[in-house]
């Protein structure tokens, strides 16, 4: 269940949570797949350092620029809560990281 100080923040901006389903696979904090309005977003939330979030927010910013994958918008950061656009899971065939490999290497060259 989604945290009631998280759902108060969500709502005032983004409106009504009308759906939540638990994604599993987080090992450090909970996944969910909210609807707000026709929106869906992935909700990312749990006690975790204080930076945590914004850190994996930074880190998808890079990688979406980087053009190699698909990698969805941060919505919103918070210390307690990552909230991203919703992208459906596609079909992940015999050859994805066949393919995944080569088009991942370019993400590595950019320097900080």
Same mark, same amino acid.
């Given at each position: 269940?989604?945290?009631?100080? %998280?759902?108060? %923040?969500?709502?005032?901006? =983004?409106?009504?949570?009308?759906?939540? *389903?638990?994604? @599993?696979?987080?090992?450090?904090?909970? $996944?969910?797949?909210? +609807?707000?309005?026709?929106?869906?977003?992935?909700?990312?939330?749990?006690? !975790?350092?204080?930076?945590?979030? *914004?850190? #994996? $927010?930074?880190?998808? #910013? #890079?990688? +979406?620029?980087?053009?190699?994958?698909?990698?969805?918008?941060?919505?919103?950061?918070?210390?307690?809560? !990552?909230? !991203? #656009?919703? %992208?459906? *899971? @596609? !079909?992940?065939?015999?050859? =994805? =990281?066949?393919? =995944?490999?080569?088009?991942? *290497? @370019?993400?590595?060259? +950019?320097?900080?």
């Amino acid at each position: 269940m989604i945290p009631h100080s %998280i759902q108060e %923040i969500i709502e005032k901006k =983004f409106g009504t949570i009308t759906n939540s *389903q638990s994604i @599993g696979g987080g090992c450090i904090a909970h $996944a969910t797949k909210i +609807r707000c309005g026709n929106t869906s977003y992935f909700l990312k939330y749990g006690n !975790l350092p204080h930076d945590m979030f *914004q850190k #994996e $927010a930074h880190g998808l #910013e #890079e990688i +979406r620029l980087s053009n190699t994958i698909t990698c969805p918008h941060v919505i919103e950061v918070n210390p307690n809560f !990552l909230l !991203l #656009e919703y %992208i459906d *899971q @596609g !079909l992940q065939t015999h050859t =994805f =990281f066949t393919l =995944f490999g080569p088009s991942s *290497q @370019g993400s590595n060259n +950019r320097t900080y």
